[in-house]
């Protein structure tokens, strides 16, 4: 039996009744044993990790290397799959973009800036990418072959893309690597691998800590990549070259194995420990999804009742404008009745603008997000109208 909101709300210290936290989608709040952990490692556990042979060294190490293998089989990863711990979703794909070697790459039509624009930087390949619709398999630039395939699997304006299975079980036909954005998805799906090769997600935005983020990655892709930081801890030897002298430094350094390869220096072991506190949590409580659909649903309906509001598609988010109100406006005004909200492009401008769409209002719902909660926003924004003039 899944446990009452009003129960789950009592596992996240900074949840209130003064306030009203609608900005998920951003990062979520973070369950009181995801911080107990995390304060745990540094009042008992803190050691630097792969470096020490004493005791406490090896149980840091121990800590962070178990954090892999629950995170690869969180996501239903098999061992033909390695992780690699990274800050957050920007910086997997940061790695992967320059790290491959490819010539045409296909983009989903959702993407966050953190999905484009990282692809864009390598001015010898070719990028295409499929309209808001994500009409992937209609696209006509596709009959021409591509290397890689990246797209989100669920957007952070529109909310999830139905058709992502269908899109991945074709993608054989035209691209041989697959990248899926599941920074939204974690949080509210239980992920499946099936026709992924590289999948990429934060850990703030699923009860986790900021500041640690993850690479699922096939061992064979991860072989074949190029590190993008170079320093301590990813690589095994490094030595002066023979003929080096002071005038021409020359060094051989003999790269790690995947994936400490890609870790240069200190990594976030603390963040890896209440990311698998994160997982925990998850794997106890569910991920509400149900919940989460019905009261997104009773939330556009009641915005839908009230004139010159104008919600965008999507189940599982909501975005929308209020006529003649700068969308600023309308998350300043919530602000002042202690609703929380994110206004703006959210970082996906290029999509709001195929949509004829300028900056929206977005309001993410979690786990911990009640009805009473949306009843307070409905009655916040009909005030936000009065005050406007525009009932
Ligand atoms: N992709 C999507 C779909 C997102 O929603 C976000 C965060 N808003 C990101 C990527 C980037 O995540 P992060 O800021 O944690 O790197």
Partial sequence: MSRSVSEIRKDFPQISDDFVYF?????????????????????????????????????????????????????????SYEVVFVRNTTEAINLVAPGLDYKVVILGGREHHSNLL????????????????????????????????????????????????????????????????????????????????????SGHKMYGPMGVGVLVAKKGLLEKMRPLYWGGEMVD?????????????????????IPQRFEAGTPNVAGAVGLVAAIEWIQKNGYF???KIALYKYARNKMREIPHIN?????????????????????QSLNEDKIYVRSGFHCAQPLLEELNYGPVVRVSLACYNTKSEVDRLIIALKKVQKKMGIE
């Fill in 237 to 257: 030897t490094v030595h002066r070259a023979t003929n080096s002298n002071w005038h021409h430094t020359s060094i051989e350094a003999q790269m790690a194995d």
């Fill in 311 to 331: 919600v965008l598609p999507g189940n599982d988010i909501i975005c929308f404008t209020i006529d003649g109100v700068h969308p600023h406006d309308v998350a």
């Fill in 23 to 79: 900005d998920n989608a951003a990062t979520t709040f973070k369950p009181q044993s995801v911080i107990d952990a995390m304060t745990h490692f540094y009042e008992s556990k803190n050691a630097n990790v792969h470096r020490g042979i004493y005791d406490l060294s090896e149980e840091a190490t121990e800590l962070y290397e178990n954090a892999r293998t629950i995170v690869r089989q969180f996501v239903g990863a098999d061992d």
């Fill in 289 to 291: 999804s149900d919940e």
């Fill in 118 to 201: 990282p692809w864009l930087q390598n001015e010898n390949i070719v990028v295409h990418q499929a309209d808001a619709n994500n009409d992937i398999l209609k696209h006509p630039k596709l009959s021409t072959k591509a290397d890689i395939l990246a797209i989100s699997a669920w957007s952070n304006v529109l909310g999830k893309e139905t058709r992502l299975n269908e899109i991945l079980n074709n993608s054989n036909d035209y691209c041989r690597i697959r990248l899926v954005d599941a920074a939204q998805w974690v949080a509210n799906e239980k992920i499946s691998m099936n026709n992924i090769d590289l999948l990429a997600f």
